[in-house]
């Protein structure tokens, strides 16, 4: 790689880096609320920027035949900005494709744990994704046009990667034992039965009886009553995101089943998801906070719209109200 296309990409990128200081912040803020609203059930969501070293080491590679893997580091290299997901079980992997594939524009998906199991062995599981910022995403303007990779795998998954990797990188460029190899695929077996363990877990999962109208909603019960009330329609939601909509419906005097279940009728959520024209099936955070918009309007936007960790939520909440009240 001649040293001009290096210093080229150098300039490029601490400028790009200098323009864009909270980048990593930003992607994570997206994407977390993409499958917040979806109901995605998740561990975390972790973004980094590569650093200048490992970018310029990258851009250096160079095939057998001494070509240039990246010929254009900075187009040819897609993961300057990398995302992780980590989910609890393989069965919501599928769910968060399906999420990011609609809000974003994808340029290559892979299945790497598929990719193993084609070769006849256990090993690195994840699934990577080559999404493209779309124009139409309003919270990531300031990266139209821009490609970046997400990983999405199990904690297990993360977990055998990770160790895997700081065993191999402290070993240097010796290989590991045979033992060692043995014993790593191994630990990948176990991982993958596990993973498939806790599948079979979540499909087992029952929600146990009806409580009366009169029972005060909490956040330790919200879950359960929220099951019951919309079934099997609408994606559960992660434990602090529960924690997060019943403050919301506090806020607006919804402290019981029988308040709750006047808010969550029929008709006002043919109405919303009329309104909302939803490209994904809304999780139940989501719904109750757009069934909310719809009847209190500005209200609920004075009255929420500082609540929670997310940034930008009075102007997302903004946006969502003029889809339903054109």
Do not use: C
């Amino acid at each position: 790689m001649p040293e001009n296309v290096i210093s080229q990409l150098g300039n490029r990128y601490h400028e790009w880096v200098r323009q864009h200081p909270e980048a990593a912040q930003e992607f994570s803020a997206d994407i977390e609320q993409l499958l917040d609203d979806a109901g995605v059930v998740y561990d975390r969501v972790i973004t980094r920027v590569k650093g200048w070293p490992s970018l310029k080491a990258k851009a250096k590679k160079r095939r057998a035949d001494g070509s240039p893997v990246y010929p254009v580091p900075w187009e040819d290299i897609h993961d300057t900005v990398g995302v992780r997901v980590t989910v609890f079980h393989s069965t919501v992997i599928p769910q968060a494709i399906d999420i990011l594939g609609k809000a974003f524009e994808v340029v290559r998906s892979v299945d790497k744990a598929q990719q193993t199991r084609i070769s006849g062995g256990f090993g690195y599981g994840s699934h990577h994704l080559v999404l493209r910022v779309p124009e139409h995403n309003e919270d990531l303007q300031a990266y139209v046009g821009l490609i970046f990779e997400v990983q999405i795998r199990t904690v297990l998954q993360h977990a055998w990667a990770e160790f895997e990797h700081d065993l191999r990188y402290k070993q240097g460029s010796k290989p590991p034992s045979p033992q060692v190899d043995r014993l790593f695929t191994l630990a990948a077996g176990l991982i993958e039965l596990a993973d498939q363990q806790f599948d079979d877990i979540a499909a087992l999962m029952e929600v146990g009886p009806a409580p009366q109208d009169s029972v005060e909603i909490t956040p330790e019960n919200l879950p359960g009553v929220l099951a019951i009330l919309l079934g099997d329609k609408y994606s559960p939601s992660r434990l602090e995101h529960i924690r997060f909509l019943a403050v919301v419906l506090e806020a607006h005097g919804i402290d019981t089943l029988a308040k709750l279940k006047d808010l969550l009728n029929e008709s006002n959520i043919a109405a919303v998801r009329s309104a909302m024209r939803y490209s994904f099936r809304p999780g139940q955070v989501r719904l109750v906070d757009d069934l909310l918009l719809y009847r209190f309007g500005t209200a609920h936007i004075t009255a929420t719209g500082e609540l929670g960790d997310h940034k930008g939520r009075t102007e997302r909440l903004q946006r969502r109200l003029k889809q339903l009240r054109p």
